[in-house]
Each structure stands twice: as C-alpha cells, then as structure tokens.
C-alpha cells in the first residue's frame, strides 16, 4: 500500500486577511475626538484663543504620519472650535 500524500495547511495565523482588516472599524479615523480636546482645551483656557487651539490640535495630528487630516477635516475643526 502506498500512503496518500499529506496535504499541508498554513495555520490560520499565517493566512492573509482580504479586503479591510475589520469591517466594523472606519476608513478614517473619526475627527470628533480631535474637536472635542480643543473645545476642552479652549473652555480651560484663562484667554481663549479658538483659532490658535485650533491650530494646536491641527499641529498635534500632524504629527502623526497615520492620522494626517484632509482640507476639508481641517476646515472643519476649525469651524467647530471658533
């Protein structure tokens, strides 16, 4: 009698996701956390400056090569602060 072959599997650690990794997490990261630290920054503040917290929160994500804003996300932190 001759043995069947073995047929090898890579074990499931090994197989690569297709498509999104998880399809619960957005494709973005959401920017209302970034708001809602400078409206906390700017409510703490003893002169409130909106537009240079704005700018702050601006500087501290892009800082961050993962989480850089688009124009429109930046726009629209810094309509949500003034």
Avoid: F, K
């Avoid at 957005?26 to 630290?37: A, F, G």
């Avoid at 003893?46 to 688009?70: G, H, K, N």
């Amino acid at each position: 009698l001759v043995p069947s072959p073995r047929v090898l599997h890579p074990p499931r650690a090994c197989v690569a996701p297709v498509g999104r990794q998880d399809p619960l997490r957005p494709d973005r990261p959401p920017i209302e956390p970034l708001v809602i630290n400078a409206i906390q920054e700017l409510l703490s503040a003893q002169a409130p400056d909106p537009a240079a917290v704005a700018e702050r929160a601006l500087a501290a994500r892009s800082a961050d090569p993962d989480y850089v804003l688009t124009g429109a996300e930046a726009d629209r932190l810094r309509a949500s602060v003034a």
